[in-house]
């Protein structure tokens, strides 16, 4: 069985960093691009970032862009979301996602990042 | 940026009557679509990719349609589990861009 679990959300300050994870487990970890999509409260689902399945190739939204970096430890079949310089308006829950090459198959429960002083 | 436009913002209907929700892309996406569905306090669902294929476990009730820049999912007999919000993304072009979303109440 796929399961995503992410954790590392919270409530950080302005200007503040917060390091997101996301556990994967019931697939070939290395096989995916795997994506960063986060919804503020209320709000529609925005993607933030991805990468390669090899980790040697990333995207970012440029929203987040020299701000967020995404990485992947393929050995411990974990995805990582480092958010730098946090703002009032990164609010928002966080899943990490499988991306199936035909849509985003499996979510995470999602981890909510609070920006707030 | 291709913009994904849903229609209608919400959308009443009756349980057991037919849903039919709409997505228009700013260009052609071929039937590079998918849809999903999110419940209050729950993570997106995937239901539908290639524009029309089900996902795995997804009822047969729900359906997709069109290609290009016109694409609907229809839910022919509503069930109360299937009131929620649903959202069409394309993964034809980077970056993936989502619609707005449309969310389907009791009426």
């Known amino acids: 069985e796929v399961q995503l679990v992410e954790s590392g959300g919270g409530l950080v300050q302005p200007g503040g960093s917060l390091r997101l994870s996301c556990a994967a487990s019931?697939?070939?970890?290395?096989?995916?691009?795997m994506h960063w999509v986060r919804q503020a409260p209320g709000k529609g689902l925005v993607w933030v970032s991805r990468i390669n399945g090899d980790g040697s190739s990333t995207s970012y939204a440029d929203s987040v862009k020299g701000r967020f970096t995404i990485s992947r430890d393929n050995a411990k079949n974990t995805l990582y979301l480092q958010m730098n310089s946090l703002r009032a308006e990164d609010t928002a829950v966080y899943y990490c996602?499988?991306?199936?090459?035909?849509?985003?198959?499996?979510w995470g429960q999602g981890t909510l990042v609070t920006v707030s002083s | 940026e291709i913009v994904m436009t849903q229609s209608p913002a919400t959308l009443s209907v009756s349980p057991g009557e037919r849903a039919t929700l709409s997505c228009r892309a700013s260009q052609s996406v071929s039937s590079t679509l998918a849809w999903y569905q999110q419940k209050p306090g729950q993570a997106p669902r995937f239901l539908i990719y290639?524009?029309?294929t089900r996902a795995t476990g997804i009822p047969a009730r729900f359906s997709g349609s069109g290609s290009g820049t016109e694409f609907t999912l229809t839910i022919s007999s509503l069930q109360s589990e299937d009131f929620a919000v649903y959202y069409c993304?394309?993964?034809?072009?980077?970056?993936?861009?989502f619609g707005q979303g449309t969310k389907l109440e009791i009426k």
């Open positions: 993304q394309q993964y034809n072009n980077w970056p993936y861009t």
């Open positions: 019931g697939f070939t970890f290395t096989s995916y691009w």
């Open positions: 996602i499988r991306d199936s090459y035909e849509g985003f198959d499996y």
């Open positions: 290639g524009a029309s």
